[in-house]
């Protein structure tokens, strides 16, 4: 695989493209470069003798969310990405390709082989932390509701539910403690804001 060619590709695909409403101009191509890079970094933590398979994993990746917003997106993806990279890429290389984003987003449903594990985790991984806070209020700028909007949300039954439901979805234990200390991170953050934009002073 050509990987310099790939990320042109990809860029030039996805890098100015608007894909959801309240977000920002090619949010969904540096998604995907962070899952990509995320899915290796988690490769080498727990599989750090299973190399030979980077490449895919990280082209697979790179490419997950190629189709969003045409529905169903793992599907249409796994099927355009064989057309998009047919002269960078093998026939083997192109199925195990199309198999990670067709299989993507079915979680905890079938027995998939690591390397597919590997990219759902990243992907749900690179929602939260920092990263959710970014996205709550690029929403909230898009949607004119205020700081007290954000609080609600974060502090809301339906959120707490997400939460749940995005860890429970993991399938790594090493993921789970990354969406832990994620979760910490944000949980620390919401608290100094709700003191902030109250008024109050932080002094622990």
């Given at each position: 695989m050509?990987?310099?060619?790939?990320?042109?590709?990809?860029?030039?695909?996805?890098?100015?493209?608007?894909?959801?409403?309240?977000?920002?101009?090619?949010?969904?191509?540096?998604?995907?470069?962070?899952?990509?890079?995320?899915?290796?970094?988690?490769?080498?933590?727990?599989?750090?003798?299973?190399?030979l398979?980077?490449e895919?994993?990280?082209v697979?990746?790179?490419?997950?969310?190629?189709?969003?917003?045409?529905?169903?997106?793992?599907?249409?993806?796994?099927?355009?990405?064989?057309?998009?990279?047919?002269?960078?890429?093998?026939?083997?290389?192109?199925?195990?390709?199309?198999?990670?984003?067709?299989?993507?987003?079915?979680?905890?449903?079938?027995?998939?082989?690591?390397?597919?594990?590997?990219?759902?985790?990243?992907?749900?991984?690179?929602h939260?932390?920092?990263?959710?806070?970014?996205?709550?209020?690029?929403y909230?700028?898009?949607?004119?509701?205020?700081?007290?909007?954000?609080?609600?949300?974060?502090?809301?039954?339906?959120?707490?539910?997400?939460?749940?439901?995005?860890?429970?979805?993991?399938?790594?234990?090493?993921?789970?403690?990354?969406?832990?200390?994620?979760?910490k991170?944000?949980?620390?953050?919401?608290?100094?804001?709700?003191?902030?934009?109250?008024?109050?002073?932080?002094?622990?």
């Amino acid at each position: 695989m050509n990987i310099e060619n790939i990320n042109e590709i990809a860029f030039n695909a996805m890098g100015r493209r608007k894909s959801h409403l309240q977000r920002e101009k090619g949010f969904i191509y540096y998604h995907c470069q962070r899952v990509a890079k995320m899915a290796l970094n988690l490769r080498r933590e727990m599989f750090p003798n299973d190399q030979l398979m980077d490449e895919i994993i990280y082209v697979g990746a790179l490419f997950h969310d190629i189709t969003k917003g045409i529905e169903p997106h793992h599907k249409t993806g796994a099927t355009l990405v064989k057309l998009m990279l047919k002269d960078e890429c093998s026939q083997d290389e192109l199925v195990k390709v199309a198999e990670i984003i067709e299989y993507h987003n079915a979680r905890n449903t079938i027995d998939l082989p690591y390397y597919i594990k590997i990219v759902q985790d990243a992907d749900i991984l690179d929602h939260f932390g920092s990263l959710e806070i970014w996205l709550k209020f690029l929403y909230s700028a898009h949607t004119e509701e205020n700081v007290f909007d954000a609080i609600r949300l974060w502090e809301s039954e339906e959120h707490k539910k997400y939460l749940e439901a995005s860890r429970s979805a993991l399938n790594y234990e090493l993921s789970r403690e990354i969406f832990d200390r994620k979760l910490k991170f944000h949980t620390d953050f919401q608290n100094q804001f709700k003191l902030e934009v109250n008024g109050e002073i932080f002094f622990k």
